[in-house]
């Protein structure tokens, strides 16, 4: 079974530039998930998606930051202008179903680095 | 708002056993207890999921207590392979589908 693919793996960009990253999540899984890790921490979830609706938003930076899920299927993560401090992985997720026992597939991130 | 509290870190040797105790004081009834494993430049890994008592699998056991404000991950007879982050989540009020990680507790594991 093909797992959550996501991609560029790598990102390097001036700050006030803007940047995408791309997330395929797991064939048939309906909720999608954008985490941000800074390096040290533990991953922040900036939004939630079940099929093409949004759940949850609200650690998004949203004057900067924009996702979308097009059809349900793939997302897109968005930051525009970048700041120095949006350098992190950027994690997507998937998960067949929204529930509390719920088990969260992870694709490899993309790291982003901002100059 | 469910939060937990697991220790920064913790060293051990080969072929011993690694016990991480995570706190949840204010699990909520419907909370399950999930644990996952991230090692560098990967995403976090599911390892175990628990909602009371005792579950194992091929990789780690979970032990819950009665009263469900803790839980303790068992790696037994560790190998360098399995020096990772280890988080442990339970749901995150209002979102009850939200899990949220904590810091997480780095696990080295020494030859």
């Known amino acids: 079974e093909a797992g959550v693919a996501q991609s560029p793996r790598y990102k390097i960009i001036e700050k006030r530039q803007s940047v995408a990253f791309w997330c395929n999540p797991i064939s048939g899984h309906a909720t999608l998930y954008w985490y941000q890790q800074i390096l040290g921490q533990g991953p922040k979830l900036l939004i939630q998606f079940q099929n093409n609706g949004v759940v949850d938003d609200s650690q998004l930076p949203k004057d900067r930051f924009s996702a979308e899920r097009l059809k349900g299927v793939d997302s897109t993560l968005k930051i525009q202008p970048a700041k120095l401090e949006d350098s992190a992985v950027y994690l997507c997720?998937?998960?067949?179903?929204?529930?509390?026992?719920?088990?969260?597939?992870f694709g490899s991130g993309t790291q982003l680095s901002v100059l | 708002l469910a939060k937990t509290t697991q220790p920064i870190s913790m060293d051990s040797y080969e072929g011993q056993e690694v016990n991480i105790t995570c706190s949840h004081n204010?699990?909520?009834?419907?909370?399950?207890i999930t644990w996952y494993q991230q090692f560098p430049s990967q995403g976090p890994r599911f390892i175990i999921q628990?909602?009371?008592t005792k579950v194992t699998n091929e990789v780690a056991s979970l032990f819950i207590p009665a009263d469900r404000k803790s839980s303790t991950l068992s790696l037994p007879r560790v190998s360098l392979s399995d020096t990772a982050v280890y988080y442990c989540l339970v749901g995150d009020r209002p979102n009850d589908y939200k899990l949220s990680f904590g810091a997480g507790t780095t696990v080295t594991v020494r030859a």
């Open positions: 997720a998937s998960s067949v179903r929204q529930a509390a026992n719920e088990k969260l597939f």
């Open positions: 628990g909602y009371k």
């Open positions: 204010n699990i909520a009834t419907n909370d399950y």
